[in-house]
């Protein structure tokens, strides 16, 4: 059963287009100021600085997202681009939640590294509907990770 969103998929590719947009921004800026021939160099600086705040924001908000997750009952598989692992509750470190964003995700922490590394996260499918369904799966998720650890 996916129980992640689909729309991280399009965030992600959102926040990847702006950070181009900005360069061509800045290279546009600095031919018209070569072409009027004034020297304003401080013109790039401006496009610069909100490239490098668009591309902090996408490593800290979209960087580890998943783009699928489901649930096979006592592993997830979480693929994510050509990715794909299966990762056993039994090997789940903790869970993190991170539902009171304004994108609510939840985090899975393993106890080894996969392809995607030691942390990923993903956007619930019912974060979209409603903050209690949310909520929801998050406890049940941890209730599972627990029980499999405890087995």
Do not use: H, Q
Request: charged share 25%; hydrophobic share 50%; glycine share 4%.
């Amino acid at each position: 059963m996916k129980i992640s969103s689909d729309s991280v998929t399009g965030l992600a590719k959102a926040f990847f287009a702006v950070p181009f947009l900005m360069l061509l921004f800045m290279i546009l800026m600095s031919t018209i100021g070569v072409i009027v021939g004034r020297d304003i160099f401080y013109t790039p600086l401006i496009p610069l600085a909100v490239l490098i705040i668009i591309s902090w924001l996408y490593v800290k908000f979209v960087w580890n997202l998943a783009d699928e997750v489901f649930d096979e009952g006592d592993a997830f598989l979480i693929k994510r681009g050509k990715i794909a692992e299966r990762v056993f509750l039994s090997e789940i470190l903790f869970l993190n939640n991170r539902i009171y964003d304004r994108v609510p995700k939840i985090g899975i922490e393993t106890m080894k590294s996969f392809e995607f590394g030691f942390k990923i996260y993903f956007v619930p499918d019912c974060a979209d509907t409603n903050f209690k369904n949310t909520k929801d799966l998050f406890l049940d998720l941890s209730r599972r990770v627990t029980m499999a650890k405890s087995i």
